[in-house]
């Protein structure tokens, strides 16, 4: 077959994701979390993340190739994410990459994480079909590490970023809104459970950067920052009066903001733009809200939504081998050596 074989790898955050694809159809993605050991920090270590991933590639590695029935000498390409992401971090797997390129005599594709979020869409196992990317299409890509909102005409030649966190990332406000009632880390999934039973409309919390006049300079960006900023004084208030921290309610209703934002600015986007698409990912997808809102007003507007599964949504090494064996189909000389990581690297 002409599919390429493809070995990514994604160590942009605390994850070390070793993905192996052969063109779209998915062989193997192992994933390695060091969360743990950032659990009691409430947040991403940066020196942390980077040294788990040094122990953990080798043997993601060697179990990825496993899983996938591969040895080293089929592949057809090395690929990695050579940003957006912690620096140190990315390094570690770059490094992996160059030396594994270089040894191997293969080629070497450096990718974009955001874009490799997209590519996630793409990929199908054994099982199934895979339904190629529709264009154009709306992206929101919502994770710890970034909230991102994106145009894609073509996704190997044409991603426009429409706009992105100003301040922290979604899930880096759920994390941050989790510590401060008390929740522990990744505060996602728990604010996630105290929820179920809260009222989404007991508090009204602040939409960042939805103010007509916000809307005017950032209408495709987001703030989380203020958000949690009025949950902070808002449960500060409660507990100065003596009264007890209605945890559900104060859960539902700062999620209800977060999810009413997200799903109004990607809805605007496809609106302005003439899309009828919205393809959503990263981690924070997981949430049971924010899934059944965008389909919810989604359906209502017309617009189609797709949603990968939850293994590709969250970081990963095969999004990254599968945007690279797009670009390989597509004709894309691979990169030289001379790249490094780029934390701020523009899709
Ligand atoms: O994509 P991801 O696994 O990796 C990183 O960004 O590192 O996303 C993790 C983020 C965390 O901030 C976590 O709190 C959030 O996604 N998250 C959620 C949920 N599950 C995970 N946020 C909201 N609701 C959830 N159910
Ligand atoms: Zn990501």
Redesign the pocket.
């Known amino acids: 077959t002409s599919e390429p074989l493809v070995l990514g790898i994604e160590t942009s955050?605390?994850?070390t994701g070793i993905g192996i694809v052969r063109g779209r159809r998915l062989l193997s993605n192992t994933i390695a979390s060091s969360m743990d050991e950032h659990a009691r920090y409430g947040g991403?270590v940066p020196e942390v993340a980077a040294r788990a991933h040094l122990e953990a590639l080798q043997p993601s590695i060697e179990q990825a190739l496993a899983e996938a029935q591969v040895g080293l000498d089929d592949l057809d390409a090395i690929a990695v994410t050579s940003g957006p992401g912690l620096a140190g971090a990315l390094m570690v797997g770059i490094g992996a990459a160059k030396g594994l390129a270089v040894s191997l005599d293969k080629p070497l594709y450096a990718v974009n994480h955001l874009v490799g979020h997209i590519a996630a869409d793409i990929l199908a196992s054994d099982a199934e079909e895979s339904a190629p990317l529709e264009y154009p299409t709306i992206a929101l890509l919502v994770?710890?590490?970034h909230t991102s909102l994106l145009h894609v005409r073509d996704l190997t030649t044409d991603v426009e970023l429409l706009g992105e966190t100003v301040d922290d990332a979604a899930?880096?406000a759920?994390?941050k809104v989790a510590r401060l009632l008390g929740l522990p880390y990744?505060?996602?999934?728990q604010?996630?459970k105290a929820a179920v039973s809260g009222d989404p409309k007991a508090i009204r919390f602040p939409r960042g950067l939805s103010k007509a006049s916000d809307m005017a300079k950032h209408r495709y960006d987001f703030s989380f920052s203020g958000l949690k900023t009025a949950v902070a004084r808002w449960v500060e208030r409660a507990q100065l009066n003596g009264d007890e921290v209605p945890l559900a309610d104060v859960a539902a209703s700062f999620r209800e903001a977060v999810v009413d934002i997200l799903v109004t600015k990607a809805l605007a986007a496809c609106e302005d733009r003439g899309v009828p698409r919205l393809l959503l990912g990263?981690?924070?997808i997981?949430?049971k809200r924010l899934r059944e809102v965008a389909l919810e007003r989604a359906a209502a507007a017309g617009v189609a939504v797709r949603i990968p599964p939850l293994s590709l949504c969250?970081?990963n090494g095969a999004m990254i081998a599968g945007l690279a064996a797009e670009l390989i189909s597509s004709g894309r000389q691979p990169s030289t050596l001379a790249f490094g990581a780029d934390s701020t690297l523009p899709v």
């Open positions: 955050c605390d994850e991403v994770s710890g590490g899930g880096e759920f994390d990744p505060g996602g999934p604010i996630d990263g981690g924070v997981a949430n969250t970081d």
